[in-house]
């Protein structure tokens, strides 16, 4: 089939809570509106009062054919909307991939479910490549890399610092009801460095408000949640340090980008999404050791030089991720899936 310029999309976005892989889509409908794309998101959850969105946004009850205009391409953005997509799309279908969702702990009773889902012989659109490779490996689906798009005001603080602070501000990003996230490990360790006579200031940003679990591990100097995502981009700028112990089950992770763009250097685990891009600018240690995780970042904060070249190649590692390259890989993947160019991959 031919396709025009101008492509019609619609994502079935099953809730607008906030969450780093809801704000990519919303983000990713924004750049493809702005370049003259129809582009139409539904969801079962209301239009987001934390992100300013351009696209056409409509709230359904649940996905229905009837509810469901005609689009080049539908995309599905979780498992659970897979199904949905094969049953009201009027043409091609897509599966947004930012993580594979089998591997996850808190929905162990779904897992037979979402591998029944991945089953379905339709392209993927995938964060990081290892989640095309797994695509392919595990289900023999094809798979296209579309960019994070990385928002503008993720940008160093003035004034241009040369060193941390005297108290050094660590940042550690993520709920701590998502084991995966790895933020008891991030509290260790920031509790090491205390101990080992580094006196620090532990700065936490979550999307829920602190339970009394955590607080029983560490006490946070300050504690901020559900920040609209420019506030969280100031925050994360005030910071001289980011650790990020996420588990193997992270489909990328995006505050380790956008701590980059901030000019904040950054420890995280040493696994498959971070080594894709983040390895020639963070520091990576196993995921879990939290003696691993302080070890790195005392050599960080203790050495200004370090630091520097730590924020330095960050600041470029961010630099590869313009909105252009993002809507750009975006409108090349949906032309992919639109034109069936993908049954030949």
């Known amino acids: 089939m031919s396709v025009s310029t101008s492509l019609s ?3 079935l976005l099953d809730d607008t809570v906030l969450f780093g892989g809801v704000k990519v889509i919303l983000n990713q409908a924004n750049l493809l509106s702005d370049r003259g794309h129809q582009v139409t998101i539904l969801s079962r959850g209301p239009s987001p009062d934390w992100f300013n969105l351009r696209s056409e946004f409509r709230q359904v009850r649940e ?3 009837e509810d469901t205009p005609y689009a080049d391409v539908t995309v599905a953005t979780y498992w659970t909307t897979i199904g949905p997509a094969l049953e009201v799309a009027r043409a091609e279908i897509a599966h947004y991939c930012q993580g594979y969702e089998a591997t996850y702990t808190h929905n162990t009773a779904d897992h037979a479910a979402i591998v029944e889902a991945y089953r379905n012989q339709i392209p993927a659109f995938v964060v990081s490549p ?9 289900f023999a689906r094809p798979s296209r890399l579309i960019a994070q798009p990385l928002e503008s005001f993720w940008k160093i603080a003035s004034p241009w610092k040369r060193r941390p602070a005297q108290l050094p501000r660590i940042l550690v990003v993520g709920p701590w009801e998502g084991d995966w996230k790895g933020v008891p490990t991030a509290l260790e360790a920031v509790d090491r460095i205390r101990r ?10 979550s999307q829920f408000p602190q339970l ?10 300050e504690y901020h949640h559900h920040l609209e995502p ?4 100031s925050l994360v700028a005030s910071c001289d340090l980011l650790l990020a112990p996420s588990w193997e ?3 990328f992770g995006l505050p380790v980008l956008e701590a980059f763009a901030s000019g904040v250097p950054v420890v995280a685990s040493d696994i498959s999404c971070f080594r894709e891009f983040a390895t020639r600018a963070a520091t990576l240690v196993p995921p879990r050791d939290a003696s691993a995780f302080a070890e790195a970042a005392v050599e960080i904060l203790s050495d200004p030089a370090s630091w520097r070249h730590h924020r330095k190649r960050g600041l470029a590692v961010a630099n590869q991720y313009s909105p252009e390259r993002a ?4 409108e090349d993947a949906l032309r992919w899936v639109a034109t069936g160019e993908w049954r030949t991959s």
């Open 9 to 11: 999309v619609v994502y």
């Open 63 to 65: 996905f229905a054919r």
């Open 130 to 138: 290892h989640l095309g490779r797994l695509l392919d490996q595990e």
């Open 196 to 205: 080992a006579g580094r006196d620090v200031h532990l700065v936490r940003l």
């Open 212 to 221: 009394e679990e955590e607080r029983a591990v560490l006490v946070a100097d």
């Open 230 to 233: 420019e506030r969280a981009a």
């Open 249 to 251: 089950q992270e489909g």
């Open 327 to 330: 809507v750009g890989s975006a």
